[in-house]
């Protein structure tokens, strides 16, 4: 398989108004890996082991530059790529920090449970943990680590697989739930905050984030986006808020995230290109490949949400009665 083409998400970039902060920032993006991906591209010098490695934390090194990289390799080095941009482990940008402040949302204890749902709700977790003092039942759209940390925070950490379509949760048994993105895989607002509701005890508060689309639904150009994020499509905003009321939440605060969620990508990636620009270093086709892949699919979310084609919304509810 032949490494995806950056010239048309550079030429997309180009095109769109840069006069504008993230768009001009993306572009920077995407163009740096169109120059890193053309340079991994050309035949290695007579000495290739003079050149410079990258530095530690930096992603693998992938394949070699000879030979199309499979799919499955660009999906884990855009992994990588993730975890420099926003903490190991972690998929919400503004990373460690971003997950503290929803936490504090949550009136946790060192005596409660929290259900924790959602892409990285794993390593999300160990920071909640670690933070503040609660123990963690993390539900996860990664796979789980090989070897699993079992020291500090981690050993408070419970974690299983998360299938937004059948959530397996626990049921009665969290004080309370912070679902990040949860419908990134899939799956019904009435089943998954259904489940939700059934797995808390009476007067449990639930923190949700994710992105909705219009009551009118997304454009057909917006298929580029969720292939580019692997997603599948996000609900309508009224479809979430009458889940909630069903499952027995009353909703205390609605918040347009966007705004925050913006500017931690911003700073994410300025962070990952100055670090770039710091190594000098020269990646591996499969390297160079995800880092398109990567920057093209914020760029999208970025200009799907300055649209107002997408929004980003974090609500706060509190479990006034059992569902059912």
Known sequence: MTPPSPSRPVAEARAWDTDDPPRGLLRRALTSGARLLGRARQPPRATPAAAPPLQAGAPPAGLRPTGAPPRADIAALRRAWADRLWGKGLALPGGTAEVIRLATLLPLTPAHTLLLAGLGARMAGEVVAGARGC??????????????????????????????????????????????????????????????????????????????????????????????????????????????????????????????????????????????????????????????????????????????????????ASLARKAG
Do not use: K
Request: proline letters at 7%; charged letters at 20%; glycine letters at 10%.
């Open 135 to 316: 123990f963690v039942s993390a539900h996860d759209l990664l796979p789980p680590p090989a070897s699993p940390e079992t020291r500090g925070a981690a050993r408070r950490v419970s974690a299983a697989a998360f299938e937004a379509g059948a959530p397996g949760f626990r049921p009665g048994y969290h004080h309370h739930a912070m679902l990040l993105e949860p419908f990134r895989a899939g799956g019904c607002p009435s089943a998954l905050l259904g489940a939700a509701a059934a797995a808390l005890r009476q007067g449990g508060e639930l923190v949700l984030l994710d992105l909705v689309a219009r009551d009118d639904g997304l454009p057909g150009a917006a298929g580029r986006w969720l292939a580019a994020e692997g997603r599948a499509g996000p609900p309508a905003e009224a479809a979430v808020e009458e889940a909630l009321a069903a499952a027995g939440f009353v909703v205390n605060v609605v918040e347009d995230a966007a705004p925050r969620h913006r500017q931690a990508v911003l700073q994410g990636w300025a962070a990952v290109l100055d670090a770039l620009r710091a190594e000098g270093g020269r990646p591996a086709t499969a390297e160079a490949a995800a880092l398109v892949a990567e920057a093209e699919a914020w760029l999208l979310r970025l200009r799907l949400l300055a649209e107002g084609r997408l929004r980003l919304i974090r609500w706060h």
